[in-house]
């Protein structure tokens, strides 16, 4: 299945023979010190810019609703965000991981952004949307 939407992410999810954690990373873009005016102006347009956490959670697939709800639940935090990254924790046994089984992974997660190695996570837009980067 392709994941287009957040929706498609939960479908998939709910679908695993084991049971799934979802990992979560609310990041913000801002403009890195030390810019040039190119990039800065980039930046103003909507491009570029680094992504710095704000963020992250983990919840189980039956936990969510759907994207306006997790989104709603994030914007209580009052932190700014422009993507939040995903990745899940399959379980076994039919048991689902636990909130302190993700603790490690959600933390790799944080620096993994930081670093800018995306590779292992969907990043969405605020409206649920499945991007591309790079």
């Known amino acids: ?33 030390g810019s040039t005016p190119e990039q800065a102006a980039r930046f103003e347009a909507g491009q570029g810019g680094a992504l710095v956490p704000q963020m992250c959670v983990d919840k189980t697939p039956e936990e969510i609703a759907s994207f306006a709800a997790l989104a709603g639940e994030a914007q209580q935090f009052g932190q700014a965000w422009k993507l939040v990254f995903v990745a899940a924790l399959g379980g076994s046994d039919g048991i689902a991981p636990s ?36």
Do not use: C, H, W
């Open 1 to 33: 299945m392709t994941i287009s939407t957040f929706d498609d992410l939960l479908a998939t999810a709910r679908q695993q023979r084991e049971p799934q954690r979802l990992l979560f990373v609310f990041a913000a873009a801002e403009l890195p010190e």
């Open 99 to 134: 909130s302190q089984d993700a603790d490690a992974p959600l933390q790799r997660m944080v620096e993994d952004i930081k670093r800018g190695a995306l590779g292992n996570y969907i990043p969405f837009n605020a409206r649920g949307e499945a991007v591309q980067l790079g």
